[in-house]
């Protein structure tokens, strides 16, 4: 075993040699900060000390607080999976103008810098001047305007749904991606041995489209949890917490009240939980290859 | 071998390049309402590199990341050698973080100090040093729409004085059918809805912290009774618009220009911005007083001019901030933009730019005005308020129970 390993490297030297820059800058970038982070959250006042996680942990808010980020990050990733998706299905049929409307659909969210779509939705959720009350008082779903931001539950989905605006061109641009992979002949085959929409969809598209799924489903909960500038702009974390999450926490907690150390908890706190759910993605994910 | 030779220069150069070209010229971070003025900028400080031979190299930075890029910048200790912090808190919160300097012995030896409203030094105080010169003030008042007022039957002349009067004329300025509102109530998660509370509390002869700030002193009657006001004007009354829990200050002042929102708390850097949002609107608002349960009152804000602790250029950064608050300078800056309030008496008083009704009313507002406290835990008290006010304009907790929570939790906070 270990002598096979031994073979491997002295053959592969050259290619080791060759990572070594890359693994160097890349353990600065990336190990360096996340060591800091820790040693941070382990000071207060000089001393080595557990006090900034029992502080996060004690904190009356924190319940909350951890509610909103499940909902956020469940109603975000499961919103923009499924918008995603269906786009993608969409925009992979053969249409004039496809081309132009990939380009529109998919980039225009994702190229717009998250300030200026947090303050373009803020304005649409306005309750007075916004476009969204007025339409839906038009269409005649609703007979007063809402207070979008105002009330705590309007504004839980007021952001979810901002935020699949945002970030569903890129679930849908995996898949597209995906599903110019299937070959064409396997649906004419199908379609030989008499397979309607859906058995095609089931039994051709849906396992090559799957771990494109897991994979796509991973990225869009670590990104998710860890978003947070739309939060930021639109509610601040209000009304009255209703949309704080833990990075939103620890942003005010860093850079409103310079408790750098609390914050660092609560960021540490933060990455261990999205730490968590990679691995147990990729588990799921290897799991699912090995399967094959 | 040479490779590595290379490799390693380079990344020296890379590393040494932040710091490698000495600094040669003073750097001012100018903040908050004033940096619109660019132009004057310019000319005020190239005729202070033209008196002092000093270089500088300045930028204006707008309100809403100047908090942010200076943490930033003080906490990797690159901060500009001279800049303005906000007089809500930021000079005792840099001061604790040893970010700037303490000016306490070049203001002794100043004569602008007397100059200055005695009522500002405590909010760039820190354990008995100051660490700032404040520089333009303000404090606010009642600012209300004059058309709104007229349509409503009501004089524009006589703005309310006291609570009663206020909910009176606020319910009267109300037509929720037309969406005209009487009071705009900041329930926003920021600093307003803090001073929206501060001016109530003050009104009703309470006080936020004890004079020593170690403890709350807000959960008395006066405080409860000021709570329950301000929040019943919008959960009660409905004078407030609906979506009260997402609106501030600059929300109602937008609303007002477009006659919707009676009155709100506002001040003089408003002036030029609701005149900006609507020209229809000069000489159709006013200011007063803010109404009172108990006796006048109103909260001052501003700017003071500070200096970085690990600045080079302590000494030519207090030239240039003597030269900024002159009584000159002042005066030319005033004479051409009517605004913000000189921290200097004299020019208050000499200019006579102010000689107007909407500065009359501020310069008799400004000795009731309060300061929030100097402390570095204000920005996370006032984050407690501000959730106290929110929890109970949502309707998560009573008055009752929301200023119980936010005395233990601020207590907590100041060590208690």
Not at chain 1, 100 to 126: E, H, K
Not at chain 1, 232 to 240: N, R, Y
Not at chain 1, 266 to 279: K, N, R
């Amino acid at each position: 075993m270990l002598r096979k390993l031994y073979g491997d490297m002295t053959r592969n030297a050259f290619a080791y040699r060759m990572l070594i820059p890359y693994v160097v800058f890349l353990a600065l970038l990336v190990l360096y900060p996340i060591i800091a982070n820790f040693v941070i959250s382990l000071q207060a006042d000089g001393l080595w000390t557990l006090k900034n996680y029992q502080q996060v942990f004690k904190e009356p808010v924190f319940a909350k607080v951890a509610f909103n980020t499940v909902i956020w990050t469940v109603g975000s990733v499961v919103l923009q999976l499924l918008v995603g998706f269906v786009l993608a299905l969409l925009l992979n049929q053969d249409f004039r103008g496809r081309a132009f409307f990939r380009s529109i659909i998919l980039v225009l969210p994702w190229a717009t810098p998250d300030i200026v779509v947090g303050v373009a939705w803020q304005w649409m959720y306005n309750d007075m001047y916004g476009v969204l009350n007025d339409i839906l008082f038009r269409l005649g779903i609703i007979d007063y305007y809402l207070p979008w931001l105002a009330d705590q539950d309007l504004a839980r989905l007021a952001v979810i749904i901002a935020n699949t605006w945002k970030g569903f061109a890129l679930s849908a641009m995996f898949y597209l991606a995906a599903l110019q992979t299937v070959p064409h002949e396997l649906y004419e085959a199908s379609e030989v041995d008499g397979a309607n929409v859906f058995q095609k969809f089931l039994n051709v598209t849906w396992p090559i489209l799957r771990p494109f799924v897991v994979t796509t489903t991973m990225l869009t909960t670590i990104w998710t949890i860890n978003y947070f500038p739309l939060i930021f702009t639109m509610t601040g974390g209000g009304p009255a917490n209703a949309t704080d999450t833990f990075v939103t926490y620890a942003y005010r907690t860093a850079f409103r009240f310079l408790d750098f150390n609390r914050s660092a908890a609560m960021s540490s706190f933060t990455f261990v939980l999205v730490f968590l759910i990679s691995l147990l993605y990729l588990r799921a994910l290897s799991r699912k290859e090995a399967e094959r | 071998m040479r490779k590595y030779a290379v490799l390693v220069a380079l990344l020296l150069a890379v590393l040494v390049s932040g710091t490698a070209f000495a600094q040669d010229k003073l750097i001012v971070w100018v903040g908050g309402h004033v940096v619109e003025q660019e132009q004057t900028w310019a000319e005020i400080i190239s005729a202070f590199e033209e008196a002092t031979g000093i270089e500088v190299e300045y930028r204006l930075i707008g309100f809403d990341v100047y908090y942010d890029t200076l943490v930033t910048a003080f906490s990797a200790g690159q901060g500009p050698d001279m800049t303005f912090a906000d007089l809500g808190g930021w000079v005792p919160t840099f001061a604790a973080q040893g970010w700037i300097e303490s000016l306490e012995d070049r203001l002794q030896a100043s004569d602008i100090t007397e100059q200055i409203w005695p009522n500002l030094w405590p909010t760039v105080t820190y354990n008995g040093e100051r660490y700032g010169l404040p520089w333009y003030t303000d404090c606010r008042v009642l600012m209300y729409n004059k058309i709104m007022f007229e349509e409503a039957g009501l004089d524009p002349e006589k703005p309310p004085v006291t609570w009663d009067e206020l909910l009176e004329y606020a319910k009267a300025l109300t037509d929720p059918r037309q969406m005209k509102y009487g009071y705009g109530v900041s329930g926003k998660r920021s600093e307003v809805a803090t001073l929206g509370y501060m001016i109530f509390l003050h009104g009703a002869g309470g006080e936020l912290l004890t004079e020593d700030y170690s403890k709350a002193a807000f959960n008395t009657p006066a405080g409860l009774s000021a709570l329950k006001f301000y929040t019943e004007l919008f959960t009660e009354h409905k004078v407030s618009p609906p979506a009260t829990p997402s609106y501030g200050e600059d929300d109602f002042r937008s609303m007002m220009a477009q006659n919707r929102v009676a009155m709100a708390i506002s001040g003089p850097w408003a002036f030029p911005l609701i005149e900006m949002a609507n020209p229809a609107i000069v000489g159709n608002y006013a200011v007063a007083i803010h109404p009172y349960s108990a006796e006048p009152a109103s909260v001052l804000g501003g700017w003071a001019s500070v200096v970085s602790s690990t600045s080079k250029m302590k000494e030519e950064a207090w030239k240039f901030i003597e030269y900024i608050t002159s009584y000159d300078v002042w005066r030319m800056w005033i004479a051409r933009h009517g605004g913000p309030m000189p921290t200097r008496m004299d020019v208050c008083y000499d200019a006579p730019e102010f000689d107007d009704p909407r500065w009359e009313v501020i310069l008799e507002a400004f000795p009731y005005a309060k300061v929030r406290p100097p402390i570095p835990e204000w920005p996370e008290v006032s984050d407690r308020i501000q959730n106290m006010i929110q929890v109970v304009v949502t309707g998560q907790a009573t008055a009752e129970e929301a200023i119980a929570i936010a005395e233990q939790e601020i207590n907590a906070i100041l060590g208690n």
